[in-house]
């Protein structure tokens, strides 16, 4: 089935230049890129995408990474590219994450973890329309 998902590649992903290869990653996989941009992130539009946590202590932490410097939205589609991005991507935790997958290879940490993809079809949906209207 045909889909389409939000893909943010992070602070980190664009300071390390390898947004290149995080996207050939993708490529390869078959998905097709459908729109990208480079924006900073704003406050206002970082409370609204991390709604699910802004009221935990460290959300400031996620919010000054994420509006660090200017990171690229992207809509991905693809045949079931939701769960298919995330299996590419590996566990959130970098650290757990098995070598080869996206995370794995590149990130960090929990935060510091390349990319940012949707969880779901339906919130796939409102973070495309939140970062391309």
């Keep these: 089935m045909t889909e389409q998902t939000l893909i943010i590649l992070k602070p980190d992903c664009m300071e390390k230049k390898i947004a ?5 990653r993708f490529e390869k996989a078959g998905f097709e890129l459908k729109a990208a941009k480079v924006i900073q992130l704003s406050a206002d539009v970082l409370r609204e995408h991390y709604a699910h946590v802004a009221d935990r202590p460290f959300y400031p932490e996620i919010e ?3 509006s660090s410097r200017p990171v690229m939205v992207m809509i991905l589609e693809g045949d079931d590219v939701i769960n ?14 098995p070598a080869g997958t996206i995370r794995g290879d ?3 940490d929990k935060m510091v973890n390349v990319v940012h993809a949707s969880d ?8 495309i329309a939140r970062f391309f209207g």
């Design 20 to 24: 290149g290869e995080v996207i050939g």
């Design 64 to 66: 000054a990474f994420m």
């Design 84 to 97: 298919r991005v995330r299996d590419l991507l590996g566990p959130t935790d970098s650290m757990a994450a």
């Design 106 to 108: 590149l990130g960090t």
């Design 120 to 127: 779901g079809p339906e919130t796939a949906k409102v973070e």
